[in-house]
């Protein structure tokens, strides 16, 4: 083999490796996305009448080459839907209306048997606030009359958090409470009271 041959091929070899060393280097470093959120609230929301849907990625920061600060937004819907919505709140009403001192079940229904720390985790918990403010909606609607009521059917949500790259991936380890973007009403519904 020629020598001059030889170099060439030699020379086209560790300009490939190089290239793919550094695209590799590239895409190993990534961007925290959609699935990261997706696990991070799938875990905030197991323990409340809520499933999370439609989640999207609006911003992305870089703070550092490990370090990114993310915005996004989101879907809540009763977990059944509507029907699950009115069977919740039926529930939470006969419970309400009970003399004795029910607090144990009332919890055990918003969070679905989960407690203390299970309920969700500290970074992310918004399963608390944002039930809580859901069922305050509801509430001042059922003392509003004794007719049927619309109930927020798909809540849209909004929040933003910090994420870390680790050797098992990108983690979000800090946010804020999510804000209620948008609320839409399901039809006027009976609820037993």
Known sequence: MNPKSLRRRTLRLTLSIAALSILLAACGSGKPGVSE??????????????????????NGIPVSDNLHELAFTYQLEYKGGVDGAVAYYSKMQRLKNDNADRRTEMETLRFGGCTGTNKGPFILNPGNGTTSHIDEIVWDRLKAGSGPISIPSRILMSGAARARQTDNGWQIFEGRMPDI??????????IER
């Open 37 to 58: 959120i997706e696990k991070t609230l799938a875990v905030s929301y197991r323990c409340t009448p809520f499933e999370v849907s439609n989640v999207k990625k609006t």
């Open 181 to 190: 973007e948008q609320v839409e009403d399901s039809a006027p519904v009976l």
